[in-house]
């Protein structure tokens, strides 16, 4: 199943002409600067902007077609906004039930119980939300969103009106939205952190349209987009939990290049986990190294190489068929006579473990 978009609005002297396919599940993140119509998007997703000719369809259902306009109110979805719009005169649980009211029991998917367990607000029901800080605003806002059993969640931007220790207190239940429950996720941010920790799809945008469409990991290393040349470029890495060294404190994650050794993370063994590798922290060797402080190495192929500036390069290579990336200088690109297909020997110096 797929959600399949095309709209075509002007609003002023900006014009948003897209058209979308992406999967109906996972978390989709749309991506760009902010004015490229990322909001737009969504709220043409959402019906409150209206253009003629769209069409909108999320699995089986057709929410827009040239002829055929379903208004917001019918459509099963949730909206949450950058800055969370709760009733003011209730407290969280009479936020969490206004919307529940509106919806029928047999088609009731998400129940009240189940969104405060995901979001971690049963402490804060009998709270006014001016009682609340701007991370738990946010948090019921979610709740709020999900109570109503929605087919599609889509959320603006959650997390910019947050600073970043309320953004780190956050996201934790994001990732839970994605663990435990089916209903597709639009996700719109310039955050590359936030869509690198979250994120199955991306979608890139820049004035008004769509540049790039694909699973993330692919993305983000695609040497043909902007992602891959940028100061903080890297690459995702999907790994398991497969043991634990008590007497280094570490924490061993297999991928299919190999393993990668992190200090100690409280994770059970075969939990799913991403990791994510800045191509400033991976270096080359042609040989594999012993005499090195470096644990994560492993072999890999060049998949192809490109120039960054008059001094470097950015190297993509697939280890086990996992793309990485690599930013060196060209000198040494040279001196190690790197190109497509050679085999070498990956080095990264550090790894972040995002979830």
């Given at each position: 199943m797929s959600i399949e978009a095309r709209f075509h609005l002007a609003?002023?002297?900006?014009?948003?002409?897209v058209s979308l396919a992406i999967p109906a599940r996972g978390i989709s993140a749309i991506f760009g600067p902010s004015g490229c119509g990322k909001t737009t998007l969504l709220r043409a997703i959402a019906g409150l902007e209206q253009c003629d000719n769209g069409l909108l369809k999320i699995g089986e259902m057709n929410w827009q077609t040239a002829h055929h306009f379903v208004p917001t109110h019918q459509?099963?979805?949730?909206?949450?906004?950058?800055?969370p719009s709760l009733f003011a005169h209730l407290d969280v649980q009479g936020n969490l039930e206004y919307g529940v009211k509106r919806v029928p029991a047999t088609e009731r998917k998400v129940s009240i119980s189940k969104a405060i367990e995901l979001l971690g607000i049963g402490h804060l029901l009998q709270r006014r939300s001016d009682q609340l800080s701007g991370g738990e605003r946010q948090r019921v806002a979610i709740a709020r969103a999900l109570a109503v059993s929605p087919r599609i969640l889509l959320l603006d931007e959650p997390l910019a009106a947050l600073d970043q220790a309320r953004k780190q207190e956050i996201m934790p239940y994001l990732e839970s939205l994605h663990e435990e429950l089916e209903i597709p996720v639009i996700y719109v941010s310039h955050s590359p952190d936030e869509v690198a920790r979250l994120a199955d799809?991306?979608?890139l945008m820049d004035a008004g349209k769509i540049t790039a469409s694909g699973e993330?990991?692919?993305m983000l290393t695609r040497l043909d987009l902007p992602l891959a040349h940028d100061s903080e470029?890297?690459?995702?890495?999907?790994?398991?939990?497969?043991?634990?060294?008590?007497d280094y404190d570490l924490t061993y994650l297999d991928f299919p290049g190999g393993r990668f050794t992190v200090t100690r993370k409280s994770l059970p063994i075969g939990h799913a986990a991403r990791?994510?590798?800045?191509?400033?922290?991976?270096?080359?060797?042609?040989?594999h190294q012993v005499d090195t402080s470096i644990l994560n190495i492993f072999p890999a192929t060049i998949d192809a190489i490109t120039d960054e500036q008059s001094a470097q390069v950015t190297v993509r290579l697939l280890a086990g068929g996992t793309p990485v990336l690599s930013r060196i200088t060209?000198?040494?690109a040279t001196l190690l006579d790197l190109k497509p297909g050679k085999r070498v020997?990956?080095?990264?110096?550090?790894?972040?473990?995002?979830s």
């Open positions: 609003r002023g002297d900006f014009t948003l002409d459509r099963p979805l949730g909206y949450v906004f950058q800055e799809h991306l979608v993330i990991r692919d470029a890297g690459a995702l890495i999907e790994a398991v939990v497969a043991g634990h060294d008590d990791l994510r590798v800045a191509a400033r922290d991976v270096s080359l060797t042609l040989a060209r000198k040494s020997h990956v080095q990264a110096k550090s790894v972040a473990l995002l």
